[in-house]
């Protein structure tokens, strides 16, 4: 406790002494964290999403105008009879158009330029979670898909394998930009702290003639990397909730529509202590390299 409580109050008095190189890696840090909690705060609304739409995933079955009432009887008959649709709902046009209007008030007008209601009827179909899985889902879909009086028939896991391979996409290219910003802060980091240590250069010389422990000449040296990767997280933080804060008060009506009512949410304290950690580590192992040459 002793080598922690000397590396801590040494760290703080090199981070003052030499605040404006100090000042660089904090930023270099905070903007490494900053890309990386962005790309967290996309990914992670986008999980969340996808997990609610993947459980109330369903298929629309949308009826031709001129559809009769035996060729509904019919579609109605199969989906009762697969085992695998759990609820079915019909949508008649009116009520279609009146849903189009509820949930996409900003583009409510555009349905008013149409001399006739432009939506189907449709029947929206509930599966059970295990449907997709075995291949039965996909079955289904393609046979009433062929039935008479049947205009098109939209899956819904099909978009949202699509969407979940491109949340993937983002993600490995969102760390690989990460990767390298944050090796660009550590650099920073190591440099910094290397000013400090040539600045005690002849406290350390003493101290290693005396015997002292690597722990006392190296610790103070590695917790000011630490201390900088801490500082930078949380500076990357708060301009986070800050970006954050302004998008939903700008933006908020908008990507409700887009998100079909869902609304964005900040990062859980869970990644919060993810960020921070990782930028303590990035200084840390940034302090613990300059820190080498000390001793």
Do not use: C
């Amino acid at each position: 406790m002793r080598a922690i409580d000397y590396a801590l109050r040494q760290a703080w008095s090199s981070l003052w002494r030499s605040r404006v190189a100090t000042l660089f890696a904090v930023i270099a840090i905070a903007l490494a964290m900053t890309v990386l909690g962005a790309l967290l705060l996309v990914t992670w609304n986008a999980q969340r999403l996808l997990a609610q739409w993947t459980d109330a995933a369903e298929f629309s079955v949308y009826l031709r105008d001129d559809a009769t009432s035996e060729q509904r009887g019919a579609i109605e008959a199969l989906l009762d009879q697969s085992g695998i649709a759990t609820g079915r709902e019909y949508v008649s046009k009116a009520q279609a158009l009146a849903q189009f209007r509820r949930e996409f008030t900003g583009l409510a007008s555009l349905a008013n330029g149409f001399p006739d209601n432009p939506f189907p009827a449709s029947l929206e179909v509930q599966l059970r979670p295990d449907a997709e899985h075995d291949g039965r889902a996909a079955s289904l879909v393609t046979r009433i898909g062929a039935l008479p009086g049947v205009a098109d028939v939209r899956y819904d896991r099909e978009w949202l394998a699509r969407f979940e391979a491109a949340v993937r996409t983002v993600r490995a290219a969102g760390l690989g930009l990460v990767l390298l910003m944050a090796i660009a802060a550590g650099v920073t980091v190591a440099a910094v702290v290397r000013l400090g240590l040539y600045a005690r250069r002849d406290e350390i010389e003493i101290m290693s003639l005396v015997g002292a422990p690597f722990t006392f000449i190296r610790g103070p040296f590695v917790a000011e990397g630490l201390l900088q990767g801490g500082l930078g997280a949380l500076a990357a933080l708060a301009l986070l909730a800050v970006g954050f804060g302004m998008t939903r008060a700008w933006w908020a009506a908008d990507l409700n529509n887009v998100l079909g009512g869902s609304s964005l949410q900040f990062l859980p304290l869970s990644l919060w202590g993810w960020l921070i950690g990782g930028g303590m580590l990035v200084g840390s192992a940034g302090g613990f390299v300059a820190a080498r040459r000390a001793g």
